[in-house]
């Protein structure tokens, strides 16, 4: 009795091969799929970001008290910050803009409160 091509022994072992490199990449995804996310974060709500940057906060004070700034680095500082108000005095914002932001500003006290 004759055996067609396609269960000849060297098509089988292709056969094989691929069903188990098929079965070999399937166990790959499926357990490497908390490093590969194909789907956007879920977003956070307002109190744990806040919660958040309360702790970045902290973290930078305990930073800073640890690494207190020399006189140096104290004067490259004050020397930016001037540079920000003349900047900021050269080109003042809109009443609108400044509305906008007291709104903001507002929303942000009372959201800590």
Do not use: H
């Given at each position: ?43 956070l ?5 806040l ?6 906060l ?34 003042p ?21």
């Amino acid at each position: 009795m004759q055996m067609s091509v396609y269960y000849s022994s060297g098509n089988m072992k292709k056969i094989a091969i691929i069903i188990f490199a098929v079965a070999i990449l399937g166990a790959v995804f499926y357990f490497s799929s908390d490093y590969f996310r194909f789907a956007p974060p879920n977003p956070l709500s307002p109190e744990e970001i806040l919660a958040r940057q309360e702790a970045e906060l902290k973290k930078f004070r305990e930073e800073s008290l640890a690494n207190p700034l020399t006189e140096e680095e104290l004067r490259e500082q004050d020397e930016e910050l001037e540079k920000l108000r003349e900047e900021s005095q050269a080109n003042p914002l809109s009443q609108e803009e400044m509305d906008r932001q007291e709104e903001e500003l507002k929303k942000l006290r009372l959201q800590n409160n």
